[in-house]
């Protein structure tokens, strides 16, 4: 099996080094992988750290952003991405690496075309997500 992760970016220098070393962890168990950042058109280093990381991981790729918004860049990511199935996965640490590799098992196992996980759900535990992000007023 082989997975694309699309990694949109916007001013992220700061999260970078620790979401680039959360996802080589998955390496060990899903070897056929590619590391899809778009960049939304950032105004700090972050286009430097990602050129810095694929000097050391040839996973990596790097593509600046067309049309700027989180939508643009997650579509771009898409269609640039090269592996047989994609997940989206935000840079900023509010997703699980062990989320997504529960959704590869599912995928994988199901052969399904998608697998879709929401923090907002029911049973679903939200810690230290920000309060203007999730709407609540």
Do not use: W
């Not at 700090?44 to 600046?64: F, G, L, M, P």
């Not at 690496?97 to 049973?123: P, T």
């Amino acid at each position: 099996m082989s997975l694309s992760i699309v990694i949109p970016v916007y001013n992220e220098d700061k999260q970078l080094h620790n979401t680039v070393k959360k996802i080589n962890k998955i390496s060990k168990r899903i070897k056929d992988y590619e590391i899809v950042f778009i960049d939304d058109f950032s105004t700090d280093n972050t286009k430097q750290i990602i050129k810095k990381s694929i000097r050391s991981n040839k996973k990596i790729k790097y593509y600046k952003n067309i049309k700027k918004g989180l939508g643009s860049a997650i579509g771009l990511g898409i269609n640039k991405s090269t592996k047989k199935f994609v997940c989206i996965f935000m840079c900023d640490n509010s997703d699980d690496l062990s989320d997504l590799m529960e959704y590869y098992k599912i995928i994988n196992k199901n052969n399904l075309d998608a697998v879709l996980g929401s923090r907002f759900l029911k049973n679903s535990r939200i810690t230290n997500y920000p309060i203007l992000k999730n709407g609540i007023k």
